[in-house]
Structures are given as structure tokens and as C-alpha cells.
């Protein structure tokens, strides 16, 4: 489907005619990254990759304890209203009928006005800007940073520096391509350089093992074993997360090489004694 | 080459193509002769230093489910009779999942239950599986502040 955004202003929002992101809040902020580059807006580095997302299915008057944040609503009649954010935002999608009205903000805010471009608010999506952002440098133990894939069996160091994080502790957890748990670390302490460091040692011989793995992080601050009341593990706990590939088994292809080598050295002998 | 080094070059090649048939059924039936479907649990304690933690210990439960169905574990780490951390996890049949953490000395409080006089603080890191009341596995370690 075409969103075609309808008109720009040089202050901060646009709209959209037809605006129906399929997902939730997420790909709603997603999309209106798009819509903000084909409508040649700047979006913030920092801000475009943001995956974060609120909604709100009203804009009546409240304050709202969102899934990542709260959202207090005032002066709303309908159209327009007021709003506060206890963490700041970098976009407000306001839904109205079949469009929408994006507001961003160059630099993210915890507060300001909005309004729909003509029909009734029907909801509004809040997108936030992810302050903490990881860096992880992968080396092999003997000090090699990784190149390509890491092979299956090897001992690996991740080194992983957080910006916008103030506390010395993270928990971190890895999962291996089908999405299971295979190591976490809690309460990892930072380095005297403020650098997180783990090493986990890879499966070997192992057909599954191969493909991306999962690196994610998560505040150490919390004790709770990261997850809620469901055993579901707790997104709003993640600072970042970032996958390393694995490769195949290379003793498998080995074997199968070896084998061959041999049948053929077999039936070569074989024909020359007949 | 001649007749007679293709044929010691055939049992040679023959020699080890059955080694290697050995070695692949000996593989092959261990594993399915392993009736032990009782979750192998490791913890370990390895003591470390840096110039920024000072002395402090890095503590792995190492789970490995060999049953043939997914288990539910807790990983409980408890501190002068209190429980300061719960781990859970579900570990998928046949798979190996290993828990890790770090313990700060300073950060370990003294046993209440020891002399006024005594230093000895010790953690102790349970494991339970799926509802059973009594652990499957635990193990004391004390450190010194």
C-alpha cells in the first residue's frame, strides 16, 4: 500500500493520506521513518532506528502507564491535545480516519501540542529515541578480532561498550539460532574502562549450531531473573542486542571428502586388480 | 605403481575406512544406549583477580537435558538465608545451557548463624527442575572479604 505523505512543514510534522502500517506500534515508527525520508525530512541518527513504541487507543485526557513509558494527556478535545512523556520522544503519530499526522522532533522532547490534519483522533502512537547503544568488538582468545564467521568450538570474547548506561552491572544472555537460551551471565561487572566483557565458548560438531546467534543485553540492575509473572523474558529490560554468525561444521565436510577419497581409491584398485 | 603396492594401498584404505565405521557406530549407539534421561548439572567456582574488581569469583551451573522433553529450571542464589536471585530457564530436550555469574567478596554478607568473630560469608547457588520441591542440585561456596 502507497502512503503518500499530503504536505510537509519545515517544524517538525507531515501527513500522511493513507496511513495502515501492518504490526503495532513498532512498525508504525518504522514506517514513519520511511515517510520522513520520502518527505526528504532529516530523521535524527540515533532516531531512525528507534524500535520502541506506545500506543494509545484514545486521546481523551490521562495519564497512561504504557508499556515502556507514561504518557499524561491533557487539553484533549478530540483533535488536539497536550501531552508529557516521562522518557522522550523523537516522533507522535496521530491517527485520525484512514491518515495520520507524524510529528518528529530533531531533538527528542518530553512534552509539546499536537493536532489531527482534520478527522477526530482515533489513536496515537509515541516513538522513542533509544539512548543507550551498544558496541561490541567479538575476538577469538587470542586477541584476533572476528572476521566472517566464527568457527563452531571456538572460545570467544565479547567486548561490549554502552553509551547513555550508568550502571556497572548488565546481565547478558545468548541464543543460539533457534532462539534458545544457551549461556547467560548475570550481573557482569564493567571493566575499570567501563567495558563489559564475556567469553562463552561455542558448540562443536554441532549441525544446529550453525547460523546467527544472539547477543543480548540486559539492565543488571534488575534482579528479578528478567522475566515476568509469565516466565516471559522482560523486553523493557534490553539495552541492545546484536547477532554473530557461526558456521557449519567443518569436520562433517571433512568426512564426507575422506569418504569419497576412499570409495573412489577402492574401486580404483579394484579395477586395476580385475 | 605396481600390483602389489595397490594392494597393500586397497587394505590399508580398507583399514581405515573401518575405523572410521567403528568410530561412527560407537558414536551412533552410545547415544542411543544412554538410558540416563536425568539432567547432568555442573557448578563450578573459578577464583579470579583484577586490578579494578579485586578478588572476586566467576560461579557456572552448567545444565545439560538429556531427557527426551523440555525441563523448566530455577537457578537459586541464596545469601545468609536469603534468597537474593531467581534464574529461570526452559532448556529444550537435548540441549546444554549454561548460567554464569560473578561474585564480589565485599558484596557477600557474613553468615548469621557463624561466631560475631567469624568472617566466613558463603553463597549458595540451588538448581530445581520443573515443580519438584527439592533441589536437584546445590552447592556452598565460601569466600573471604
Same mark, same amino acid.
Given at each position: 500500500?502507497?502512503?503518500?505523505?499530503?504536505a510537509?512543514?519545515?517544524?517538525?510534522?507531515?501527513?500522511?493520506?493513507?496511513?495502515?502500517?501492518?504490526?503495532?506500534?513498532?512498525?508504525?515508527? &518504522?514506517?514513519?521513518?520511511?515517510?520522513?525520508?520520502?518527505?526528504?525530512?532529516?530523521?535524527?541518527?540515533?532516531c531512525?532506528?528507534?524500535?520502541?513504541?506506545?500506543?494509545? &487507543?484514545?486521546?481523551?485526557?490521562?495519564?497512561?502507564?504504557?508499556?515502556? *513509558?507514561?504518557?499524561?494527556?491533557? *487539553?484533549?478535545?478530540?483533535?488536539?491535545?497536550?501531552?508529557?512523556?516521562?522518557?522522550?520522544?523523537?516522533?507522535?503519530?496521530?491517527?485520525?480516519s484512514?491518515?495520520?499526522?507524524?510529528?518528529?522532533?530533531?531533538?527528542?522532547?518530553?512534552?509539546?501540542?499536537?493536532?489531527?490534519?482534520?478527522?477526530?483522533?482515533?489513536?496515537? /502512537?509515541?516513538?522513542?529515541?533509544?539512548?543507550?547503544?551498544?558496541?561490541?568488538?567479538?575476538?577469538?582468545?587470542?586477541?584476533?578480532? =572476528?572476521?566472517g564467521?566464527?568457527?563452531?568450538?571456538?572460545? $570467544?570474547?565479547?567486548?561490549?561498550?554502552?553509551?547513555?548506561?550508568?550502571?556497572?552491572?548488565?546481565?547478558?544472555?545468548?541464543?543460539?539460532?533457534?532462539?534458545?537460551?544457551?549461556?547467560?551471565?548475570?550481573?557482569?561487572?564493567?571493566?575499570?574502562?567501563?567495558?563489559?566483557?564475556?567469553?562463552?565458548? =561455542?558448540?562443536?560438531?554441532?549441525?544446529?549450531?550453525?547460523?546467527?546467534?544472539?547477543?543480548?543485553?540486559?539492565d543488571?540492575?534488575?534482579?528479578?531473573g528478567?522475566?515476568?509473572?509469565?516466565?516471559?523474558?522482560?523486553?523493557?529490560?534490553?539495552i541492545?542486542?546484536?547477532?554473530?554468525?557461526?558456521?557449519?561444521?567443518?569436520?562433517?565436510?571433512?568426512?564426507?571428502?575422506?569418504?569419497?577419497f576412499?570409495?573412489?581409491?577402492?574401486?580404483?584398485?579394484?579395477?586395476?586388480?580385475? | 605403481?605396481?600390483?602389489?603396492?595397490l +594392494? $597393500?594401498?586397497?587394505?590399508?584404505?580398507?583399514?581405515?575406512?573401518?575405523?572410521?565405521?567403528?568410530?561412527?557406530?560407537?558414536?551412533?549407539? /552410545?547415544? =542411543?544406549?544412554? &538410558?540416563?534421561?536425568?539432567?547432568?548439572?555442573?557448578?563450578? +567456582?573459578?577464583?579470579?583477580?583484577?586490578?579494578?574488581?579485586?578478588?572476586?569469583?566467576?560461579?557456572?551451573?552448567?545444565?545439560?537435558?538429556?531427557?527426551?522433553?523440555?525441563?523448566?529450571?530455577?537457578?537459586?542464589?541464596?545469601?545468609?538465608?536469603? /534468597?537474593?536471585?531467581?534464574?529461570?530457564?526452559?532448556?529444550?530436550?537435548?540441549?546444554?545451557?549454561?548460567?554464569?555469574?560473578?561474585? =564480589?567478596?565485599?558484596?557477600?554478607?557474613?553468615?548469621?548463624?557463624?561466631?560475631? *568473630?567469624?568472617?566466613?560469608?558463603?553463597?549458595?547457588?540451588?538448581?530445581?527442575?520443573?515443580?519438584?520441591?527439592?533441589?536437584?542440585?546445590?552447592?556452598?561456596?565460601?569466600?573471604?572479604?
Amino acid at each position: 500500500m502507497i502512503m503518500m505523505p499530503l504536505a510537509t512543514a519545515d517544524d517538525g510534522w507531515t501527513d500522511v493520506s493513507d496511513w495502515s502500517p501492518e504490526g503495532g506500534p513498532d512498525q508504525e515508527c &518504522e514506517q514513519a521513518d520511511i515517510i520522513c525520508e520520502q518527505a526528504d525530512i532529516i530523521v535524527v541518527p540515533g532516531c531512525e532506528c528507534n524500535i520502541i513504541a506506545d500506543k494509545i &487507543e484514545t486521546s481523551a485526557n490521562g495519564e497512561y502507564g504504557l508499556k515502556y *513509558n507514561t504518557v499524561k494527556i491533557t *487539553n484533549s478535545n478530540g483533535y488536539s491535545f497536550d501531552w508529557e512523556s516521562d522518557d522522550p520522544v523523537c516522533k507522535v503519530i496521530v491517527k485520525a480516519s484512514t491518515g495520520a499526522r507524524i510529528y518528529y522532533y530533531d531533538n527528542p522532547v518530553k512534552g509539546g501540542s499536537a493536532e489531527t490534519y482534520g478527522p477526530a483522533i482515533s489513536h496515537i /502512537t509515541f516513538c522513542y529515541c533509544d539512548d543507550d547503544s551498544c558496541e561490541h568488538v567479538f575476538s577469538y582468545m587470542d586477541g584476533d578480532e =572476528l572476521s566472517g564467521c566464527f568457527a563452531q568450538g571456538s572460545t $570467544v570474547t565479547d567486548t561490549i561498550t554502552i553509551t547513555g548506561y550508568d550502571a556497572t552491572t548488565v546481565t547478558i544472555i545468548l541464543r543460539d539460532p533457534a532462539g534458545d537460551i544457551f549461556e547467560t551471565y548475570d550481573d557482569v561487572n564493567s571493566d575499570k574502562d567501563g567495558k563489559f566483557v564475556v567469553t562463552f565458548t =561455542l558448540p562443536k560438531d554441532d549441525l544446529s549450531a550453525e547460523g546467527d546467534w544472539t547477543v543480548e543485553v540486559y539492565d543488571g540492575a534488575d534482579t528479578d531473573g528478567h522475566e515476568d509473572e509469565n516466565g516471559e523474558l522482560e523486553d523493557d529490560d534490553m539495552i541492545c542486542s546484536t547477532t554473530f554468525c557461526v558456521s557449519g561444521v567443518p569436520e562433517f565436510i571433512a568426512g564426507s571428502f575422506m569418504a569419497l577419497f576412499l570409495v573412489g581409491g577402492i574401486y580404483f584398485v579394484m579395477r586395476h586388480n580385475t | 605403481m605396481t600390483t602389489e603396492k595397490l +594392494r $597393500v594401498a586397497y587394505i590399508a584404505s580398507l583399514l581405515i575406512l573401518a575405523t572410521l565405521l567403528v568410530l561412527f557406530a560407537q558414536g551412533v549407539f /552410545t547415544g =542411543l544406549l544412554d &538410558e540416563d534421561s536425568t539432567p547432568v548439572i555442573e557448578i563450578n +567456582r573459578i577464583d579470579l583477580y583484577s586490578d579494578f574488581l579485586g578478588n572476586y569469583s566467576k560461579i557456572s551451573v552448567k545444565i545439560s537435558n538429556s531427557d527426551t522433553v523440555d525441563h523448566n529450571f530455577t537457578i537459586s542464589t541464596v545469601q545468609d538465608e536469603v /534468597t537474593t536471585n531467581n534464574y529461570n530457564v526452559t532448556i529444550r530436550s537435548g540441549k546444554t545451557f549454561s548460567y554464569q555469574t560473578d561474585v =564480589l567478596p565485599d558484596r557477600v554478607p557474613i553468615s548469621s548463624n557463624e561466631t560475631i *568473630n567469624s568472617t566466613l560469608q558463603v553463597t549458595k547457588f540451588i538448581v530445581y527442575m520443573d515443580d519438584r520441591p527439592k533441589p536437584i542440585e546445590e552447592a556452598s561456596f565460601v569466600f573471604k572479604g
